[in-house]
């Protein structure tokens, strides 16, 4: 995928994310991103890693600085004491996605599926499903529910045995719930 | 009696101190050799003084580290429980370790330097290597000398703090590094943010003093002593009360910490994107393009060890000097351009105005340039924005975390900065510029309505 088509998929991201009441910041777009790629497979080609709190894309931090240079987004202060939310910029935003017309149709069903999960979540949850979501894809694959979960306490300590179980529980139902989206 | 501790004298940092375990590494080959490796590559036929090299970076990086380690792991300087467990500020021992990894891991974060630094790297290795896939390389090579020092240091341990865990994780996959050497720990990444962060990583400090003192541009310039002393790590709990370690700053430094990041942005425009000095690079790529044919399989850098430590900017500068005067060698023309000074000319850069009306409007220029002027005769060098870095904690007065963005205004104006550029030969460039003056507005808007028309890549 080349990056003004992957600009564009990010852009509608970040606006269905704003539109459902999210915050929006490089967090939510980090991790709603991570689940658009790893789980309903939307190609757009960023290397997720286990960093300190989840999974976290430097390309895709680098992206996000570069749409910031383009134009295509801003960051805004809703209120100083929280971090800067991302906002698209309304014309050139709209110019990028009206390129992409069928890019875009291909996947809203994807995007509509990871916001309607992520939406309400506060940092702290994304971070927990995440990384739940990661162990489970990338180095405990085989394992039970149980053994994730330990495993999970293993590289993250900050999550509890029991809260990794029910993030588990939380991105198994989703994962099995994406199957349906993707099949033809 | 032998001496154990030393000084280096620095134009930057006054002293180098070390040690003389931390000696017997700066005196290895892999250190020594980037006494031969400039900072800015050609840039010196910009600014004449930028002939500084990476040894005394390198140096610098190593001193500053470890300024940084004895300030974030000051127990008065923790301020948050989940920091206390992370640092284990009582734990001296453990510290002395780390302390030790992180300073030697700083001095060795660049030895996996090309000749002329970044100038050819992504061209001219080998797919899948990088200069820091090379670092990881050298730094294993060393793992005898590093097992030598007392207490000893682990050279996974210094070459992961030296890479970061971005590089680390496709390294570990390619098979360079064991697999559990990732995912990093906190304690792991801060470290490796420490050298390489976007922030306030110590690699960025010194190279934007020390380039800006030998290029004799003053704007690289920052109050390093005053942010040092602020630094913290601090939780980013702006994020809706996240947990998440990351290096931030007291409110006192905030202002250390804007100049830091101004300073970056006006260093990058006015300096590192020169397009005179960009216009050289490019130039001496097409040379090592030329030269490397038939002396390295697969005609690339080599990626072995020893070839690696023999090849350094004197190797490339005899052949460039050599190949300049004789037009039977290889890349005898691009050689002939550096030494004759005859670069090609810029005649488009991006610019806001064109993006906004097609967000690939260098790429149309480009092409059209190419048609109109034959491929041989335009040149193209960009390189995108990165992040900036200027969201990160601040420890305020009243005792709160809160975040950077919100606090500074400064730092919400700070322009990311990227170029763009396209270039023709020499002896166009006012034919070039009056048809780019004449076609302009058709080109970029000709190839935004191509794309619209469903050409897209969906």
Known sequence: MERLERDAILIRLIEALRKEGSWCGETHVQKATYFLQAMVDVPMGFEFILYKHGPFSFDLRDELAAMRADGLI??????????????????????????YPKTLGQHEGSIAFVVKRLRDKPVVDLERLATAYFVSREIERSGDAHARAKRVNELKPHISVEEAFEAIQSVDSWDHEAKSLKQP | MSKYAHEIRDPIHTFIHLDSDERAIVDSSPLQRLRHIHQLALSYLVYPGATHRRFEHSLGVMELAGRVFDVITKAENIRDESVRDLVRPHDSLRLLHWRRTLRI?????????????????????????????????????????????????????????????????????????????????????????????????????????????????????????????TLRILPKAYEQESKEPALGVEEGGLHSAEALLLARFFMYTQVYFHPVRRIYDVHLKDFLSEWLKGRYLGDRFPTSVNEHLALTDNEVTAAVLQAARDGQCAGHEAARRIVERDHFHLVYQWNHDDAKTNAAATDAIHAAARDKF?????????????????????????????????????????????????????????????????????????????????????
């Open chain 2, 105 to 229: 891991a700083a001095l060795c974060h660049d030895v996996g330097h090309l000749p002329f630094s970044h100038a050819a790297e992504q061209e001219l290795l080998p797919n899948g290597w990088d200069h820091e896939r090379l670092t990881v390389k050298i730094i294993e090579s060393l793992e005898g000398l590093l097992a030598k020092l007392e207490p000893p240091v682990r050279w996974l341990d210094i070459a992961k703090l030296a890479v970061g865990p971005k590089r680390c994780e496709k390294y570990a996959k390619a098979g360079d590094l064991p697999s559990n050497a990732v995912p990093f720990t906190d304690w792991e990444s801060i470290l490796a943010e420490v050298i390489i962060g976007d922030a306030f990583g110590v690699d960025r400090m010194d190279y934007l003093l020390r380039d800006s003192y030998h290029a004799g541009v003053v704007y690289g310039k920052f109050d390093h002593y005053r942010l040092i002393d």
């Open chain 1, 74 to 99: 801003a960051l805004s202060v809703q209120n100083p004491s929280y971090g800067p939310s991302i906002v698209p910029d309304e014309a050139t935003a709209t110019a990028l996605k009206n390129r």
């Open chain 2, 374 to 458: 034959k491929a041989e005769n335009v040149r193209r060098d960009s390189y995108p924005a990165k992040s900036i870095g200027v969201v990160f904690p601040v420890w305020t007065k009243d005792e709160r975390v809160t975040s950077s963005f919100g606090l500074s205004e400064v730092l919400q104006r700070i322009p990311a900065a990227k170029f763009d550029l396209v270039f023709v030969r020499g002896g166009l460039e006012k034919e070039a510029r009056e048809w780019l003056k004449r076609e302009r507005t058709a080109i970029i808007t000709a190839k935004a309505r191509e794309e619209t028309d469903g050409t897209a890549r969906a």
